[in-house]
């Protein structure tokens, strides 16, 4: 194991933002040409753990401009002035040391000795207390979906709300060697009903060239009526211990919120599949000298997909996938260690969770290229003809033989044929090559990546980063 993986002290909370935008995307006048700017607004932005998006480049009079200047505040506000009671404490970088290089890469504190580890858990308030959530129980997985689906990221609008599956997060909590205890439920103790969770899974992730065993910390949620209440810092702390318990001293996770201090800022592309739903709902909006037939035309695309070969992803491609992977993502900085088993828990297709197809050479039946993504539909609030917004997340690509652009085009032709509404890509590792070509619109919000007890001494480009947190 190397150094870093045996170094000490905990986690991380993840994920993050709502993210939406407009998809008046990177149009000419006569609505053919995917490059050029056009207006949009800026329907949510990111705050408190959301996500949000709005397409474009940026042009006077529409709102981009505040964008930019609200993007340009939220870094120079980086380190500047706000205070983080509970994050001040914690084993991560510092706000007060950023540009100071002197620090060693690697672990902030060494690990202690397991028996040394706090052996109970947390107070929490009185009215409450600790549960385990067993997500294979029928009962306890559908708890934990209605409280996520009713109190997890909203945009700042309040006009969708994500809305993870019950099969999702019994993929995303369930990976290899995952543990039943870092699923951690708080509930009232009087009516036992659930008000907060927050869940670590195990990861082998790489950072230059460590492979370091940390927590990947999702779902962190406090039921609405018990925000503000200091309780996050707690469930943080019951997560961190308990990892700390199975000897693992770091985590990385995500958050649209700004804590100290993200490894990489990365922003969200939207590519409209279904600009007329996405319009009608307000996820996006009609550019300015487009009308409604011309977007739909715009964002057309082919009934089947170009490149011979392409098909779904089978358990017979474990082992070729994982190659393929493994060399990918070793051009990387931070990206994650998959053997065959995580592959599989991870790629193998999962009906409504995760596609994965892949090209094999008509000749040689070589695996030559790869891609993925995952479903993650958002409640629409309070519209009154439409309940669901069905989105897919880029996951992992692999292009050898196929040009990146055109397999990403076939993925989204796909994506279409199984009427998901929009295609959401972050720009990391090679996605900022095929976003604006493809007519992805720039989101508006931004997800921070965090590793708990882990200092990297510059911040990454996001384009270093080959790692998608769900
Ligand atoms: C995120 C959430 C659990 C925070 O709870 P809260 O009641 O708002 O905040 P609390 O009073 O309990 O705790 C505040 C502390 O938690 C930190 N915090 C807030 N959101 C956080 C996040 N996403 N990740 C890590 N820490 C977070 C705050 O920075 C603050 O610590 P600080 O003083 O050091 O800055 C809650 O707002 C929520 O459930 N939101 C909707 C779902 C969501 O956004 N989840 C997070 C996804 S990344």
Same mark, same amino acid.
């Given at each position: 194991?190397?150094?870093?993986?045996?170094?000490?002290?905990?986690?991380?909370?993840?994920?993050?933002?709502? @993210?939406?935008?407009?998809?008046?995307?990177?149009?000419?006048?006569?609505?053919?040409?995917?490059?050029? !700017?056009?207006?949009?607004?800026?329907? =949510?932005?990111?705050?408190?753990?959301?996500?949000?998006?709005?397409?474009?480049?940026?042009?006077?009079?529409? !709102?981009?401009?505040?964008?930019?200047?609200?993007?340009?505040?939220?870094?120079?506000?980086?380190?500047?002035?706000?205070?983080?009671?509970?994050?001040?404490?914690?084993?991560?970088?510092?706000? /007060?040391?950023?540009?100071?290089?002197?620090?060693?890469?690697?672990? $902030?504190?060494?690990?202690?000795?397991?028996?040394?580890?706090?052996?109970?858990?947390?107070?929490?308030? *009185?009215?409450?207390?600790?549960?385990?959530?067993?997500?294979?129980?029928?009962?306890?997985?559908?708890?934990?979906?209605?409280?996520?689906?009713?109190?997890?990221?909203?945009?700042?609008?309040?006009?969708?709300?994500? =809305?993870?599956?019950?099969?999702?997060?019994?993929?995303?909590?369930?990976?290899?060697?995952?543990?039943?205890?870092?699923? $951690?439920?708080?509930?009232?103790? %009087?009516?036992?009903?659930?008000? %907060?969770?927050?869940?670590?899974?195990? %990861?082998? $992730?790489?950072?230059?060239?460590?492979?370091?065993?940390?927590?990947?910390?999702?779902?962190?949620?406090?039921? /609405?009526?018990?925000?503000?209440?200091?309780?996050?810092?707690?469930?943080?702390?019951?997560?961190?211990?308990?990892? @700390?318990?199975? *000897?693992?001293?770091?985590?990385?996770?995500?958050?649209?919120?700004?804590?100290?201090?993200?490894?990489?800022?990365?922003?969200?592309?939207?590519?409209?599949?279904?600009? /007329?739903?996405?319009?009608?709902?307000?996820?996006?909006?009609?550019?300015?000298?487009?009308?409604?037939?011309?977007?739909?035309?715009?964002?057309?695309?082919? !009934?089947?997909?170009? +490149?011979?070969?392409?098909?779904?992803?089978?358990?017979?491609?474990?082992?070729?996938?994982?190659?393929?992977?493994?060399?990918?993502?070793? &051009?990387?900085?931070?990206?994650?260690?998959?053997?065959?088993?995580?592959?599989?828990?991870?790629?193998?297709? +999962?009906?409504?969770?995760?596609?994965?197809?892949?090209?094999?050479?008509?000749? +040689?039946?070589?695996?030559?290229?790869?891609?993925?993504?995952?479903?993650?539909?958002?409640?629409?609030?309070?519209?009154? *003809?439409?309940?669901?917004?069905?989105?897919?997340?880029?996951?992992?690509?692999?292009?050898?033989?196929?040009?990146?652009?055109?397999?990403?085009?076939?993925?989204?032709?796909?994506? /279409?044929?199984?009427?998901?509404?929009?295609?959401? %890509?972050?720009?990391?590792?090679?996605?900022?090559?095929?976003?604006?070509?493809?007519?992805?619109?720039?989101?508006? !919000? &931004?997800?921070?990546?965090?590793?708990?007890?882990?200092?990297?001494?510059?911040?990454?480009?996001?384009?270093?980063?080959?790692?998608?947190?769900?």
């Amino acid at each position: 194991m190397s150094g870093a993986a045996r170094c000490n002290a905990a986690l991380y909370v993840n994920r993050c933002i709502f @993210h939406r935008y407009n998809t008046e995307v990177l149009i000419d006048m006569d609505g053919s040409h995917p490059s050029s !700017g056009s207006p949009n607004q800026n329907p =949510n932005s990111e705050s408190d753990g959301k996500s949000n998006a709005n397409a474009n480049t940026p042009s006077e009079g529409d !709102g981009s401009l505040e964008i930019l200047a609200r993007r340009a505040q939220e870094s120079l506000s980086i380190g500047n002035g706000k205070r983080h009671a509970f994050w001040e404490t914690q084993p991560v970088g510092q706000f /007060k040391d950023l540009g100071d290089t002197s620090f060693p890469e690697g672990p $902030i504190e060494l690990p202690t000795p397991i028996s040394e580890v706090k052996q109970e858990p947390y107070n929490l308030p *009185n009215l409450y207390e600790w549960t385990t959530c067993d997500i294979d129980s029928e009962e306890t997985c559908a708890e934990v979906y209605n409280l996520l689906t009713n109190n997890y990221v909203e945009d700042d609008e309040n006009m969708f709300r994500f =809305n993870y599956s019950k099969e999702f997060l019994r993929w995303a909590l369930r990976p290899p060697g995952y543990f039943r205890n870092w699923h $951690i439920g708080v509930r009232v103790k %009087a009516s036992k009903k659930l008000v %907060a969770f927050i869940s670590g899974v195990p %990861a082998r $992730i790489r950072v230059r060239d460590e492979v370091v065993k940390m927590a990947e910390v999702n779902f962190l949620c406090v039921h /609405k009526k018990l925000r503000s209440k200091r309780l996050a810092p707690v469930m943080i702390k019951e997560v961190t211990r308990r990892v @700390h318990l199975e *000897n693992m001293w770091q985590a990385a996770y995500t958050a649209g919120v700004v804590l100290p201090t993200p490894v990489t800022t990365c922003q969200y592309w939207h590519r409209s599949l279904n600009p /007329k739903k996405l319009i009608d709902v307000q996820f996006s909006r009609l550019g300015a000298r487009m009308t409604m037939s011309r977007t739909i035309k715009l964002y057309k695309l082919p !009934g089947s997909t170009a +490149t011979p070969g392409m098909r779904k992803m089978e358990l017979r491609d474990v082992p070729a996938v994982t190659r393929l992977l493994r060399n990918y993502f070793s &051009q990387f900085v931070v990206a994650p260690d998959f053997d065959e088993d995580d592959v599989e828990h991870w790629l193998l297709p +999962t009906e409504n969770v995760v596609d994965s197809f892949l090209v094999e050479s008509p000749e +040689t039946h070589e695996i030559t290229d790869f891609c993925s993504f995952y479903t993650l539909p958002s409640t629409i609030l309070g519209n009154p *003809n439409y309940s669901t917004l069905k989105a897919a997340y880029s996951f992992y690509n692999v292009s050898t033989r196929t040009p990146l652009l055109q397999l990403i085009n076939d993925m989204l032709i796909l994506a /279409k044929q199984r009427d998901y509404d929009v295609f959401n %890509a972050l720009d990391v590792m090679h996605n900022e090559t095929f976003l604006k070509e493809l007519k992805f619109g720039l989101g508006d !919000g &931004q997800l921070h990546y965090y590793l708990y007890n882990y200092r990297v001494r510059h911040a990454l480009k996001p384009s270093e980063l080959g790692l998608v947190l769900l």
